[in-house]
């Protein structure tokens, strides 16, 4: 069983950046896919970005296209999201999620999920 680990929470100021690490732990990840969900206060979940077991895979929600960027290095099974240009909408739990091979952007796609980091954007 797949257990995600998010880090890289916390508090940063409008136009800021933060870099998130998601490590999964029980199994190796290299043919899975993850997938970033946040969730902001009084809303519902939304997909944020996901890459592919294949790096070359990868998508973004357009409300954070052109400013957040996935990474991967499977011989640590860390998924990297480097968030810039950070606005207080992007202020929300973030979770990380696994599934096999290819992007999903559905929550019920995901089988093993983190606990979920806050990030708080201050303006």
């Known amino acids: 069983q797949v257990q995600p680990v998010e880090s890289g929470g916390g508090t940063v100021q409008a136009g800021g950046s933060r870099r998130r690490s998601c490590k999964a732990s029980?199994?190796?990840?290299?043919?899975?896919?993850m997938g970033w969900v946040r969730q902001a206060p009084g809303k519902d979940r939304e997909f944020v970005a996901a890459?592919?077991?294949?790096?070359?895979?990868?998508d973004y929600a357009d409300s954070v296209k052109g400013r957040f960027t996935l990474s991967r290095d499977n011989n640590k099974d860390t998924v990297y999201l480097e968030m810039n240009n950070l606005t207080p909408e992007d202020t929300a739990v973030y979770y990380c999620?696994?599934?096999?091979?290819?992007?999903?952007?559905?929550?019920?796609?995901?089988?093993?999920w983190g606990q979920g980091t806050q990030v708080t954007v201050s303006s």
């Open positions: 890459i592919g077991w294949l790096e070359r895979n990868m």
């Open positions: 029980g199994r190796r990840v290299s043919t899975d896919a």
């Open positions: 999620a696994a599934r096999p091979r290819e992007i999903g952007y559905r929550e019920w796609q995901y089988h093993s």
